[in-house]
């Protein structure tokens, strides 16, 4: 299976997909444990505090973002987990309600690496020309998965 990476928007739904030549239950581990989550989270240049994450339906994972000369305040609420294979969350903590979004996440095994899927879906696509605007968000999200490659790369290559 070839290594690509793709995104793509849909209106008001942003879908990047990669594959990681990684196993899945690696993956999984990755983004759902904070030791691991703040060696990869976030755009070029930034860096993660988590405050907590408890990785269950109904529960919270609350951090803190830093980058572009701030701090950013996240807040992921678990929708759905279902260990190694799915992830929905909704995503919040912008100053504004209206940059909330919902997002899902599949792991999918392809012959010992990891299909990762990940849709974030927004309330409107000018609200994603807008966040693109101001904090360059599309290009954002695919650094944090690229980071995510470079990071399993790492750990598999230890």
Known sequence: MENYNTFKQEGN???HTRLLDAPRDLVWEVWTNPAHIKEWWGPNGFSLTTKSMTVEPGKIWD???HGMGRDWDNKIEYVEVKKPSLLSYKHSGAENEDYNFIVSVSFEE???KTLLTMKSVFKSK???DELNRKVNAIEGGKQTLNRLGEYLNILINE
Do not use: R, S, Y
Request: negative net charge; hydrophobic residues 75%.
């Open 13 to 15: 739904i942003l879908i």
């Open 110 to 112: 392809a012959e010992g």
């Open 63 to 65: 951090f803190i973002m």
């Open 126 to 128: 000018e609200i994603i």
